[in-house]
């Protein structure tokens, strides 16, 4: 911010502070130019400090090409729907939260700093409960370089994590008009000396958190002796209704055993993905309540 300041003010003295001082005659310049010069700005003092400088500025930072200029330069992933005309604060959302392409389950490999379970809600923890293990127990290595895992025990253990698209920069028009696809997938082991069920289950919710459309893989038992390899189930949302909001995402699993401790399933690297990819807009439809 100073050295933007310095570039558009004229210097200041002890007499006459920065803040007091005459502008630069901005209107002398192409615009073009003073939007340059601003998408070097970071995001929060563009938002928090420059919008509030003056209508010129305040006209540009709310521009769609503006923050397109900044997508571009700093590598975010910009989907390719065919938009008639864009909505406002499209590229600057897309800026902010880069929803697009990267994963957006949190902490799916239960190593945040804040916690092994930050991010995520537990709904059952039976047996000996959940348990966080840095690797693998019992079972071989993650196909991933991150190698944390969640463990379960011989009661039923779930937890959730939903994933609201709003927050997360996925605007509702794009959701509603182009249904992009939406790729959740993780992977999931047994020990190599217990067998036990995994499960999977993603649903979508409109914004009353109601379910519109859902997968899951249903119950997967593997045996006694037959575990330890890591395997991984995907899927790919695609046509399904208007007015998704939300992303449940929801794994569970237990030993088929009974055994104290966590001989149960494992699961880790979790992902839920928006798609950018090249789509038509679907015909209108009346969104669910």
């Known amino acids: 911010m100073k050295h933007i300041k310095r570039f558009l003010f004229s210097a200041p003295s002890a007499e ?3 803040d007091t001082v005459d ?3 901005l209107m002398s310049l192409p615009d073009q130019l003073i939007e340059y010069v601003l998408s070097f700005v970071s995001h929060t003092d563009l938002l928090k400090s420059c919008r509030n400088t003056c209508k010129l500025f305040r006209d540009i930072i709310d521009s ?6 900044k997508c571009l330069r700093d590598g975010k992933s910009i989907p390719v729907f065919q938009l008639q005309e864009l909505p406002p604060r499209y590229y600057q959302r897309i800026y902010t939260g880069n929803p697009y392409g990267r994963n957006l389950l949190r902490n799916g490999h239960g190593d945040s700093p804040k916690g092994a379970f930050t991010s995520w809600r537990i709904i059952e923890n039976g047996g000996d409960g959940w348990k966080y293990e840095e690797t693998p ?3 071989d290595p993650l196909p991933l370089d991150k190698q944390g895992c969640f463990s379960t025990s011989y009661g039923p253990c779930t937890k959730e994590q939903v994933v609201s698209l709003v927050h997360e920069g996925v605007l509702p028009e ?3 008009n182009f249904k992009p696809h939406i790729e959740v997938s993780e992977w999931h082991a047994a020990r190599f000396d217990c067998g036990c069920e995994y499960r999977l ?5 409109n914004g009353k958190r109601k379910v519109l459309h859902e997968y899951t893989t249903g119950p997967i038992v593997t045996e ?8 991984q189930v995907t899927h790919v949302f695609r046509d399904y209704p208007s007015g998704v909001r939300f992303v449940q995402f929801r794994h569970s699993g237990c030993d088929t055993q009974f055994w104290a401790g ?7 690297g979790g992902v839920v993905r928006i798609r950018g990819d090249k789509q038509e807009p679907v015909a209108a439809e009346t969104a669910s309540a």
């Not at 289950?201 to 919710?205: A, D, I």
């Not at 006694?224 to 395997?231: A, D, K, N």
């Not at 966590?262 to 880790?268: H, L, P, Q, V």
């Open 64 to 69: 769609n090409s503006f923050w397109k200029i």
């Open 224 to 231: 006694q002796w037959v575990g330890r390899e890591w395997h």
């Open 23 to 25: 502008p630069f005659p």
């Open 174 to 176: 794009i959701m509603d």
């Open 201 to 205: 289950t993603v649903s979508l919710l």
């Open 16 to 18: 006459r502070p920065l």
């Open 137 to 139: 127990k019992g079972a």
């Open 262 to 268: 966590n001989y149960g399933s494992k699961m880790a």
